[in-house]
């Protein structure tokens, strides 16, 4: 059954796009408890249940569908309740809080040219990549409204790839910064630790312990990361 939105409290307009950390708490960079992924196997799962090594829907650069492992939880907060972006577009509907970045589709209809921009910025009429896994099609659609509305839980698992599809809806996994790229080439470090730590699992049965799967609140790494970005916006 589609979940029925209030429309009684109007979008108000964000500030521009920047490459600067947005003024809200990095936690609110997130998907809600109710929002769900599709796994490998080909079932789905609410995101409030994946965990490290599960494989999850994806697009890459080129516009294709693989699915991409979850290397990193990097935020966890079940008790959240706050205020999501409600998108709903051919018949989704998806719920993200504002400064999480959404990939809007580009105006050259022959091409995948996603646009990133955060959730709090997405207008009616733009359109967003609806990916169908039965085709292995991914489709530009027009969103057909966005209203604000609470919800509870926020999650924000990062995958290899950096992208993830959520209730069908092609996003990024990152949040906070305006350029996915940039935020991409700061979490490398990571992957590549995440890369090792498979490598020794594979041969020597052991692993490092890499703090990806906190029980509540931000990630060790992207804290870091956070702290390093809000010094250098303050200079």
């Known amino acids: 059954m589609e979940a029925a939105y209030s429309l009684s409290k109007p979008l108000t307009p964000p500030p521009p796009p920047t490459e600067s950390p947005s003024p809200e708490p990095p936690e609110e960079g997130c998907f809600s408890a109710k929002a769900t992924v599709q796994l ?35 935020d966890v907060v079940p008790d959240y309740v706050g205020e999501f972006v409600a998108i709903e577009a ?19 209809s022959s091409s995948f040219d996603p646009v990133s921009i955060f959730a709090g910025q997405v207008k009616k009429g733009q359109y967003v990549h609806v990916v169908e896994p039965v085709n292995g099609g991914v489709e530009k659609v027009r969103i057909e409204r966005v209203c604000r509305v609470q919800d509870h839980g926020a ?3 990062l995958t290899e790839e950096g992208t993830i599809v959520v209730d069908n809806i092609l996003a990024s996994c990152y949040a906070v910064f305006s350029n996915p790229k940039v935020a991409h080439w700061s979490l490398a470090p990571f992957r590549w630790l995440h890369s090792m730590n498979k490598t020794l699992e594979y041969f020597i049965n052991a692993s490092l312990n890499l703090g990806q799967d906190p029980k509540c609140g931000i990630a060790w790494y992207p804290s870091i990361l956070y702290q390093i970005a809000e010094v250098l916006y303050i200079v």
């Open 155 to 157: 999650y924000a698992p």
């Open 40 to 74: 490998e196997d080909g079932s789905f799962k609410l995101i409030k249940d994946v965990g490290i090594k599960d494989k999850v829907l994806a697009v890459d650069k080129r516009g294709k569908q693989l699915f991409s492992e979850i290397v990193l939880l990097m």
């Open 90 to 108: 051919g018949g989704r509907h998806l719920h993200l809080t504002p400064a999480h970045l959404l990939f809007i589709a580009g105006s050259d």
